[in-house]
């Protein structure tokens, strides 16, 4: 309700205020009543920055996006629908679509994105349906859709993927529909599946799949259609197919030349069985299915003679429609299998046929006993789900104040969420040594024991998120030595659990968001306590302190301290982490970056995301020892007048500048070539003087009257043509001291206002004029 209503706030906003419906990007068209924009065919580069904040339907078909940076969207926070088909997108990067909470519906479809990277998809909790079609996808990393918790609908047809890894789509508890079609698969791992728990539709045709992935598909009990078709199978043995609540199976266009009668015997609920195409020139009666109503046999080689009998019975007294023909002997060639009757299958003369018919009748009149097996019960404790096929057991939602035991011993996933355990106590999963997934979300958790989890000796994955922990006992995952991603988001964690994480020597993902850490320490915290840890999460504390060399870490790859309240760079709590690749700083209270501020991870760093920090100044040697490893670099919502020479950054892919005030005049041209000399996307807007603001620095022509062989050595043409920031230049001091003082190229002299009053007093009066007249 709070979303409808967000949304006719927003429609009305749209249609009342006519300020909002000039921001339509000149080449696009724009529905202010409808909140869509297309700009399909366009050749754009980057998306539009003008964009209107409140749209909820953008099209950006056959355009030349190429690379998705980090957060891409954050204007447009409102979408719901997004088209993004044909765009010669090449890599999404984590976190591209984070700011999309809203988003619904995603089309990225007839692209050439050939990896999933884990967090591409980070942020979209309410998508529904993902196009991923047409690509060239042949790698899906671990957790490449785990936060796709509503999902319904993904679409991965015509790639390249010849895998599928174990829990490869871990995450998706919502999913109904997955297709897989068209791609190169030959293989599926045991636990490909596992976690698809409302999985309904499975389209796995077009494929390369020699043999029916019995134990794969095990894994899967709520399937009701399976599209297996066009995969070169030749056989299907016993029990081959056993899914509980199958209801439609396609096995056409395969090389099938066999098929027992007990394949189906695990499929009770069965009613529409495609064999078309195939090489099967005869049937046995089907075991299992007893709502059989269509067999199509269509396209194979049939032979009505004799052995077809029993089949063409079974089909009359189960009333199922036999689809197909004969192909032989002549005198039944053509004929349709439906329209057969008994008498006419035969091997000898007709008399002995009328016998061998008499005795069939007779042998009907007798019971037959079944031929299925028994169900096996299943060991289960009270209110939970188990599955001793697909190995998991789930009590989520129902109530439970104590951790239920009695789970089967082969149980290797284990979800909890949703349930009022308080306190977990000295051994509290008993018999679950074969567990690799634990779901503990939601659990209102407050207190956990030291051996909590001894006996989990091959638990990989634990969620512990959204409880209520304040600390950890330092013995608590004494008895897990496995775990290798640790889920502690959402609680209200006073302190980094250091203490805990010294019994995980395998740990190398931990999420530490949305809790009330407020400072980092001492020296040598990673190192000698997480020494593998190779991703860090620690968005949304209150952290204001990181002391030095706390984050110093041979592994450490990846770092996120956005939203905390850092007021400046932690240059030396990374002193001796050499291999940090990503690090974001968005959303601290960081004004200033000095020298060198990454000079400790220089020769590692790829990513690095300093948005929305209220930074007024950067050194000139701020990115000082950056090269051409660093491929992204953000600084979007900073009060930037001026930037550091981004030349030696020649590797860069990505660069977003937006929603800075830069001062569009000739102290601004080294960036101007810059960005006319390399193809890469770049987003920058003039915030200065005011008859450009809000352009494209690209775009501008207030560089046209500045010298093209640099600037001049007496630094006039850095001062005359300046606006000031505010009128009174005391105020802009006192904020912070230097921040007027802009750096500009070697050959530039540096004014520095600050230091010589005299001068400053009749500068201002000319700028004033220069800009009146501009």
């Not at 950006?60 to 690379?67: D, G, I």
């Not at 895998?163 to 997955?178: E, R, T």
């Not at 197909?324 to 349709?336: F, K, R, V, Y």
């Not at 007709?350 to 007798?366: I, N, P, Q, V, Y």
Request: aromatic share 6%; hydrophobic share 35%; net charge positive.
């Amino acid at each position: 309700m709070l979303f409808f209503s967000a949304v006719a706030f927003l429609l009305v906003l749209a249609l009342s205020s006519p300020v909002e419906a000039g921001k339509c990007p000149r080449v696009c068209s724009c529905d202010s009543s409808k909140l869509t924009v297309t700009c399909v065919g366009k050749n754009l580069t980057e998306i539009p920055p003008t964009i209107d904040e409140i749209t909820l339907k953008l099209d950006l078909r056959n355009n030349n996006l190429q690379v998705l940076s980090r957060r891409a969207f954050i204007l447009t926070p409102y979408l719901t629908h997004l088209n993004l088909q044909r765009c010669n997108i090449i890599k999404v990067k984590e976190g591209a679509f984070r700011t999309l909470g809203r988003l619904v519906s995603l089309n990225l479809a007839y692209n050439k994105i050939d990896i999933l990277y884990q967090e591409s998809f980070d942020g979209l909790s309410s998508l529904k349906e993902l196009h991923l079609d047409h690509n060239r996808v042949e790698e899906i990393q671990p957790g490449a859709f785990t936060q796709l918790g509503f999902l319904n609908m993904l679409a991965l047809t015509h790639n390249q993927l010849v895998y599928i890894p174990n829990m490869a789509f871990q995450g998706l508890h919502n999913i109904k529909w997955l297709r897989l079609s068209y791609n190169s698969l030959n293989n599926l791992a045991p636990e490909a599946f596992t976690g698809l728990f409302t999985l309904s539709r499975l389209s796995l045709d077009h494929n390369e799949l020699q043999f029916f992935p019995t134990q794969t598909m095990t894994r899967l009990p709520e399937i009701t259609r399976l599209n297996m078709s066009h995969n070169p199978m030749t056989y299907l043995g016993e029990e081959s197919v056993s899914m509980a609540k199958l209801t439609h199976l396609y096995l056409d266009h395969m090389s099938l030349q066999d098929l027992s009668e007990q394949a189906l015997s695990r499929a009770p609920l069965l009613s529409h069985l495609d064999l078309s195409h195939n090489q099967l020139r005869y049937l046995e009666p089907l075991s299992g299915p007893k709502e059989l109503t269509s067999l199509n046999l269509i396209g194979n080689p049939v032979y009505c003679n004799c052995y077809m009998r029993p089949l063409r019975e079974w089909a009359r007294v189960g009333r199922v429609k036999l689809l197909g023909a004969c192909t032989g002997p002549p005198h039944l060639s053509d004929e349709p299998l439906q329209a057969v009757v008994p008498l006419d299958l035969r091997c000898r003369s007709r008399g002995e046929a009328l016998k061998d018919e008499f005795e069939k009748d007779d042998e009907s009149t007798e019971t037959t006993p079944s031929t299925a097996k028994p169900k096996q019960k299943v060991k289960c404790p009270v209110n939970c789900d188990c599955d001793i096929e697909a190995q998991h057991a789930t009590c989520e939602g129902r109530g439970h104040t104590k951790v239920p035991r009695g789970f089967p011993t082969k149980t290797q996933l284990l979800d909890l969420r949703s349930n009022h355990f308080h306190y977990l106590s000295v051994n509290s999963f008993p018999g679950t040594s074969q567990v690799v997934s634990l779901h503990l979300e939601l659990c209102k958790i407050h207190e956990i024991e030291g051996g909590a989890f001894r006996g989990m000796k091959k638990l990989f994955y634990l969620y512990l998120s959204d409880n209520d922990l304040k600390s950890l006992d330092p013995g608590v995952f004494a008895g897990a030595p496995e775990l290798t991603y640790l889920h502690l988001e959402g609680n209200r964690l006073l302190q980094f659990p250091g203490s805990a994480l010294a019994l995980l020597p395998s740990l190398f993902v931990l999420h530490l968001e949305r809790n009330a850490i407020s400072k980092l320490g001492p020296a040598g915290l990673l190192s000698s306590v997480t020494p593998k840890l190779r991703e860090l999460y620690l968005t949304n504390n209150t952290i204001t302190s990181v002391a030095k060399g706390a984050l110093d870490s041979a592994f450490l790859g990846t770092l996120y301290l956005d939203s905390n309240q850092l007021t400046e760079m932690p240059t030396h709590a990374l002193s001796e982490a050499p291999n940090v690749e990503e690090l974001n700083l968005s959303r601290n209270s960081i004004r200033w970056v000095g020298p060198n501020a990454f000079r400790p991870v220089s020769q590692s760093l790829k990513r690095l995301y300093m948005d929305q920090m209220g930074m007024e100044k950067m050194s000139r040697d701020a990115l000082a020892g950056l090269g051409p490893g660093l491929r992204a670099l953000t600084v979007r919502g900073n009060q930037l007048e001026e930037l550091p020479d981004l030349s030696p950054l020649t590797g860069l892919e990505v660069v977003d500048l937006q929603d800075n005030p830069l001062l569009c005049d000739c102290p601004l041209m080294p960036l101007r070539r810059w960005m006319e000399n390399v193809s890469l996307e770049v987003i920058a807007t003039c915030g200065h003087p005011p008859e450009v603001r809000g352009q494209k620095v690209r775009d501008v022509n207030v560089f046209a009257s500045c010298p093209q062989s640099g600037f001049p050595s007496d630094g006039k043409v850095v001062t005359a043509p300046r606006p000031p920031k505010v009128k009174t230049p005391k105020a802009s001091l006192s904020k912070t001291p230097g921040v007027k003082a802009r750096p500009a190229k070697s050959k530039t002299k540096l004014l520095k206002p600050t230091k010589n009053k005299p001068q400053r007093k009749p500068v201002k009066p000319k700028v004033t004029k220069n800009k009146k007249t501009l």
